[in-house]
Every structure is written in C-alpha cells, then in structure tokens.
C-alpha cells in the first residue's frame, strides 16, 4: 500500500503563495490518482484538487489560483497555491485512490497522509 506524506505548510498573508508537496512511502502513487482535501475548524473535509496522468480537476473554489501537478520520477505530488485568502485555512491532506469516478468524493480515497496546516493571515 501507499502511504502519502505531506510537507510544506505554514502560516503566511493573504495574496501569498505556498507550495505543499506530497511524497508516497511504501508503494509509489504511479498507480494512483491522487488528491487533496482540506478541513478547516468546524467544517467538513473538502475537495480542492486531483489529478491522474493526463488531467486534472479542481474545486469551483480554488480554480485558477491553485495547481496540482505530479513528478513520477519523484513520486511525488505538489499542489501550488498562489493568490491566498484567508478562507484558504485548513489542515490539508493528500490522498490516494484507485476510483477517478468519484475523485471529489472523500470517502472513495484509500490512503491519507497526516495533514499539513496552511494558515492564511489577512
């Protein structure tokens, strides 16, 4: 099985940008589709983007602030977020799943990382 490892997060201002990177221990993602979510306090956990081999799809919410993109040689999955707001606070995770058919859905995602904070101070 993977195992997806996030790194990257942080505290920064509104209009920012940060880089969250995601390694696969265990098994490489080269099998998976891999995606993010976000939970923000109080709030349910949330699709922000997933990507596959050739193509990406993104929440409604961060589309054309956010890119997520994937280094096979690096196993590794990154999602660039530029333009931050403050709406943008959350733990952040990575996920991997076999279904690209319910790739917003959360609960269709097999592995998850432990989460990384990003903190956006207005």
């Known amino acids: 099985q993977v195992q997806p490892v996030e790194s990257g997060g942080g505290l920064v201002q509104a209009g920012d940008s940060l880089r969250l990177s995601c390694a696969a221990s265990g098994r490489t993602f080269s099998s998976y589709y891999v995606g993010w979510f976000r939970q923000a306090p109080g709030k349910e956990r949330e699709f922000v983007a997933a990507i596959s081999w050739g193509s990406t799809h993104y929440a409604d919410s961060v589309k054309g602030r956010f890119t997520i993109s994937r280094d096979s040689a690096k196993n590794a999955v990154y999602l660039q977020m530029n333009s931050l707001k403050p709406e943008d606070t959350a733990v952040y995770y990575c996920?991997?799943?076999?279904?690209?058919?319910?790739?917003?859905?959360?609960?269709?995602?097999?592995?998850w990382g432990q989460g990384t904070q990003v903190t956006v101070s207005s």
């Open positions: 996920a991997a799943t076999l279904n690209w058919m319910a790739i917003t859905v959360w609960g269709e995602y097999d592995y």
